[in-house]
């Protein structure tokens, strides 16, 4: 091995202070000759400045410009990779990385090699492969564990601690049948493999052959790690290989430090993997398992054809069992599993020497939960032990209403991690129970269409992988319970209003520019809500589901951008609805629509509606006459196209009571203003 000097080549202190100012708070340093009284002023100063930068902040989010509102948003030029349509154009390509891997579990360790075939299939020659070390996070000198230093708190997706990392060993390259050792460098959790020779374009391969070894972290950045349990433990392993990055027609190499917060964006490939463990563990992966004759028992075996073919949960493994040594092969030797896994962007598994193992069959598809005993049941709902039937819902639920399920097997695993989705196996916690339970499993499974299927970058668009997730999850749960959304309220037009009533983010910044207390509503529950509004109150359910499918359709298994999918959208509907995205998804606006004044002429009622934030949405009213009459008046968004007023004219009656939104379905900040007069104010029941 030859590594390349330090401080050749390497990211400076400025790259590291780039990246990490926009998620870091201003600190104060107080003068150590000023005193407390010195050091109460500058906090005082300070508090104040802060005041006046959120007030200006939130004026600007108060002005309607109609210019600016419609004005065509500023997407990317549309060319022969991506069309205008929102399509892959006729000369789109993408990179391709295939994986070889043989891993072994030793005590708390993983030791491997890998073999990584990279086909390059753009029309640019490439001189250097870059390689994801995500494990390099779990250091305590990471850039991930500096910005959580600075942040100056516990922060989720941490765990660091001194053996952390991996340990690369060996690096080897062969093109075109030259064996070389070449030179390659890391930094924090990137490493650039320079090759000897460049890859030419056009579907040239080169093989990469990594050594590679780590201890397994205690908490890994609630990702994966270990779990003790009673009398056993559970891995849950993820982020475990040296990962090659993605290289686009939009960016070029993606590389960037993995900093705990911000996900991935990953290429498609084939999966071989070997994984020795000791012979008292069960491992459940990414893939098929290509030799259950070795590593399960006959009865196991029956079993699982069994549970195939079963719409009810089979044992694999009952509570009894887990742990028995007859649930094992005869024999002291470790066991080696081997798994096939095509077309996807990841892999990752988990391995216990005490699972309880249920299944069951959708399809030609085998469910599966893998689970501690102590994970069942609970004193006031039910456990682990409805994770499959849970899991079979969203998968046959998400199948039939937008793309069928494309993998041979879908599993849940228990362990330390809270919610975390990799292709065709999820690790949800061993805590979960109710409720909580079906929906961290329904919208872990649900990442199968957003990013598994749909491969988006998480790092960058993180609002296109949770929030898409999120958004089918709301209507997968309304099915499930029978019409009432589970947990719909974090996404209810109340909700969100709240969310958005201070200043804040745009839904489009970069996960790691978000600060972790507001990554679940710019990440997760805002762009959900947005999308229910387009599918419910802009589209309707027709037009926005066939929209919606034809994206999943054209990008399955390839690399959309934002542009991608709004130009999908637009293509279907047939409709401009750039009005739409700016304000919700690229600004940081507001939705404030009001009743500026009513006033009587004759028999003519005038009533003024303004729109007071800086986001142009339809608007629904109800007129309430003096008689017990109503009626109701849709006013399209083009009304906001010249100035941010409409004046309606209503003929007849005396009126009572005009009310904006009778429904409550906006997400709208003041709702004190969306009502005058007299009567009754109106709310839909929840959706």
């Known amino acids: 091995m030859r590594a390349i000097a330090p401080g050749a080549r390497t990211f400076s202190a400025v790259m590291l202070a780039a990246l990490l100012t926009p998620v870091l708070p201003r600190l104060s340093h107080p003068s150590p000759y000023g005193g ?42 549309p060319g022969e990779f991506r069309d205008a349509a929102g399509s892959p154009g006729e000369a789109y390509w993408q990179q391709r990385a295939d994986y070889h891997i043989r891993a072994a579990l030793v005590d708390d360790r993983i030791e491997g090699t890998e073999r990584i075939t990279y086909t390059n299939n753009s029309p640019d020659s490439l001189t250097s492969l870059w390689v994801q070390l995500d494990q390099n996070l779990f250091r305590e000198t ?13 922060v989720r997706h941490g765990g660091f601690f001194k053996d952390g990392g991996f340990v690369i060993s060996g690096v080897r390259a062969d093109f075109e049948g030259e064996a070389t050792v070449p030179e390659y460098r890391t930094e924090d959790t990137m490493m650039e493999i320079l090759l000897g020779e460049p890859l030419p374009p056009g579907g040239s391969r080169v093989e990469v052959e990594i050594d590679f070894a780590f201890e397994i972290p205690e908490t890994g950045g609630d990702r994966m790690g270990q779990l003790d349990i009673r009398g056993g433990i559970i891995y849950q392993l993820a982020q475990w290989y040296p990962r090659v990055f993605t290289y686009d027609d939009v960016n070029g190499w993606n590389q960037s430090p993995f900093l705990g917060q911000g996900e991935w964006y990953l290429e498609y490939g084939d999966f071989d993997v070997e994984l020795t463990v000791p012979r008292d563990f069960v491992v459940v992966a990414t893939g098929e398992l290509l030799n259950p004759e070795e590593v399960l028992t006959p009865m196991q075996r029956e079993r699982l054809a069994e549970a195939r073919l079963s719409e009810e949960t089979v044992h694999i493994i009952t509570p009894d069992e887990a742990g028995e040594d007859h649930t094992r092969p005869p024999g002291d030797a470790p066991l080696t599993w081997r798994f096939r896994a095509e077309n996807v962007r990841d892999f990752a598994w988990a391995a216990s020497d005490r699972f309880v193992w249920d299944a069951a069959g959708w399809e030609d598809v085998l469910i599966m939960s893998a689970y501690p005993e102590e994970s069942i049941g609970g004193p006031a709902s039910s456990g682990w032990e409805r994770s499959t039937e849970y899991l079979r819902h969203s998968v046959q639920y998400y199948s039939e209403q937008w793309l069928r399920y494309p993998y041979p097997v879908a599993i849940n695993v228990a362990g330390l991690a809270l919610g975390m989705e990799y292709p065709m196996i999820v690790f949800c916690s061993w805590r979960s129970r109710g409720a909580f339970l079906f929906s961290v499993t329904d919208h872990e499974i649900g990442h199968t269409w957003f990013p598994m299927i749909v491969g988006s970058d998480e790092r960058r668009y993180a609002w296109m992988d949770e929030g898409f997730n999120t ?14 959304p589970i947990l719909g309220q974090l996404m209810s037009p109340t909700q969100i209003a709240t969310d958005t009533r201070t200043p804040s983010h745009a839904v489009y910044t970069p996960a790691d520019s978000i600060p972790e207390a507001e990554i679940g509503v710019l990440a997760y529950n805002k762009p959900a809500a947005v999308l229910i509004l387009l599918r419910e109150e802009v589209l309707g359910p027709e037009v926005f589901d066939e929209g919606f499918r034809e994206y999943i359709r054209r990008w399955a298994y390839k690399h959309p951008q934002p542009a991608d999918f709004i130009r999908t959208m637009e293509d279907v509907s047939g409709q401009d609805l750039d009005w739409f995205f700016r304000g919700w998804i690229y600004e940081d606006a507001i939705l404030d629509q009001a009743i500026a004044s009513v006033t009587r002429l004759g028999d003519t009622t005038r009533v003024v509606f303004e729109n007071r934030g800086g986001i ?42 005009v009310q904006i939104d009778p429904d409550g379905v906006m997400p709208d900040v003041n709702r004190g203003n969306n009502v005058w007069g007299r009567g009754i104010v109106g709310r839909r029941p929840p959706r």
Not at 44 to 70: K, N, T
Not at 142 to 153: I, N, Q, V
Not at 471 to 484: L, M, V
């Open 142 to 154: 990471s850039y991930g564990a500096l910005r959580a230093e600075e942040l100056d708190g516990e």
């Open 36 to 77: 407390l009284a010195a050091q109460e002023d500058d906090r005082e100063e300070q508090e104040a400045a802060e005041a006046a930068e959120l007030a200006r902040r939130d004026s600007l989010r108060r002005i309607f410009d109609p210019a600016g509102a419609f004005e065509p948003l500023d997407l990317p030029e």
């Open 616 to 657: 142009p949405m339809p608007l629904e009213a109800r007129i309430l006459y003096q008689g017990g009459d109503e009626q109701r008046f849709d006013v399209p968004v083009d009304a906001w196209r010249v100035d941010g007023t409409y004046v309606l004219e209503v003929l007849g009656g005396f009126v009572r009571n």
């Open 471 to 484: 958004f089918i999850n709301y209507y997968s749960g309304i099915e499930f319970a029978g019409g009432e």
